[in-house]
């Protein structure tokens, strides 16, 4: 069996109860050896308790959750040794430095990268001497994926990693997780930024009201959810959406007044023909063309708003 | 890949990281410090002010002793320990620990040196007082003066790391930090002597551990004879800080849910 194909967490029919509360549902996923696998969904989809229960911090109510083989929640050595943790939010201890802090957890590995290295990665070496009450937010947040590091694990479980960065921050973010892939780290990471899973992760499962909606690839995910193009342009003078549609141009067409041009949106499969009859038809004169294309993003509203009977019969794409 | 360092590292690198976490936030160790301070001023004024209006030495402040003694031990062991453990708890760094290979026990162990200083410090400013008040007190009296404060240290930080233990709410920490040694030294005889109490109360009382330390101090400062023999007693808060201090390392939980 080829490395990549070797599951090294699998998560099957997860469920998890608080009292009558359902958190987690029937939630089955993979992620393989190497790869980026991201976890999206809206607020309150159950994200952090996926990941928490898969790092062991909390026990399924029902099915299991096996990382390297093991069992998290009883194999805690086994398991903390191999997988490291970015937590969403955790208080260091305020009045270490970030150096202090991160030797004092590199203490707890038999094998580690050097520090300074770490830090330079995460642009924090200016910051070493600097206290952790005093580190800004996005600081702080580094500082957890640096510890995250620091003893060369298997598996990298980030929570909301990118959650309080500035977008320059987070693209550095994204090389030093392509980076730490590259060393042959599995990567399992949780976010709502749809830039950051269809940026980083080899693929993404979308969960929604406890529940995988789908997942997959993202481009795949993209192609098979969200496969409508908005073509939009303008045309001088007014026009009208019957008037439109007898040129047969295909789509769902849209047109509002503004000033001496008529701005038209057409959503359709095939944004090509579109443009190909515009381009063709007589007296139209269209000019500006845009052509936006399904996204992630478009997937994630359209799952997010579904109601729960849909995300049920979504379900199929589980992995 | 990383297998976990040796025990013996980790609680090295912890009990650093927990001394500078105390000596860099010094105002719980300069309250502490300032409220020991003040109580011994207060006994020593009241000392002269007695001394002054009856002409002889009223030794207040040596009869006070034992009282500043378990006040000072009772605040490391609360103020010192049970708070700031229960605050790591709920500001989630307990829970950042357990996701990393760091062992509960080089955690909790980690935590020890620097109290276990403090007591030592408080041990050797309660025999100087002790002296300054009695200047021939027989060498055998200083030993079981520090061997009493050493014990009783132990003994009621092994409580402290019991409360902080399941504990996840730090005012619920602060609060019983401040009301259990008030409890403590109504019921060990710091306060008013024992014996004024109902033999059956003051029999319950004397099963406290906290009244074994005052009642041990007592007897040696005023050089009485002892109510239970000192072996017994040094041998029960040995016990207590063993069985408190194991049940605390079972017992603690990284998380707060």
Known sequence: MNERDRAVVTVDRLSKHYGDRSVLRDVSLRVHAGEVFGLLGPNGAGKTTTLETIVGLRRPTDGTVRVLGRDPSVDRRYVTERMAVQPQAATLFPTLTVAETLDLFASFYRDVRRPEEVLDELDLGEARRVRVKHLSGGQERRLLIAIALIGNPEIVVLDEPSAGLDPQARRNLWSIIRRQQERGTTILLSTHHMDEATQVCDRIAVLVDGSIAASGEPETLVREHAATATVTFEVPGRTTADELRSHDIPGEITVTAKGAVSLVGIVTDDPDAVLRRLTFSTGLRPRGFRVAHGSLEDLFIDLANRPTSAAEGDRAHSP | ?257
């Open chain 2, 1 to 257: 890949m990383s297998t976990t360092h040796a025990f013996p590292a980790q609680v090295r690198s912890f009990a650093a990281a927990h001394a500078r976490d105390l000596v860099r936030d010094p105002r719980s160790i300069i309250a502490l410090v300032a409220s020991f301070l003040a109580l011994i001023g207060l006994l020593w004024g009241v000392d002269a002010l007695v001394a002054t209006a009856s002409g002889t030495p009223a030794g207040v402040l040596e009869r006070g002793l034992p009282l500043v003694s378990s006040t000072g031990l009772m605040a490391i062991a609360f103020m010192l320990t049970t708070v700031p453990l229960v605050r790591h708890r709920s500001t989630g760094l307990l829970r950042a620990l357990s996701t990393s290979p760091a062992r509960r026990g080089a955690y909790l162990l980690g935590h020890l040196p620097i109290r276990v200083g403090l007591v030592v410090v408080e041990a050797a400013v309660v025999i100087v007082l002790a002296v300054w008040a009695a200047p021939i007190r027989p060498r055998s009296d200083l030993i079981a003066i520090a061997g009493t404060i050493l014990l009783g240290g132990a003994m009621l930080l092994g409580f402290g790391y019991l409360l902080a233990a399941r504990l996840s709410n730090p005012d619920t920490a602060m609060q019983l930090a401040y009301l259990l040694p008030m409890l403590a030294l109504a019921t060990s005889g710091a306060l008013f002597p024992l014996a004024v109490l109902p033999e059956w109360v003051a029999g319950l009382f004397r099963l406290l551990p906290t009244t074994w330390i005052v009642g041990a101090l007592e007897a040696v400062i005023s050089q009485g004879p002892q109510p239970v023999p000192l072996a017994v007693v040094w041998s029960l808060m040995a016990a207590f800080a063993l069985v408190s201090g194991l049940a605390a390392a079972r017992l603690h939980r990284w998380d707060v849910g």
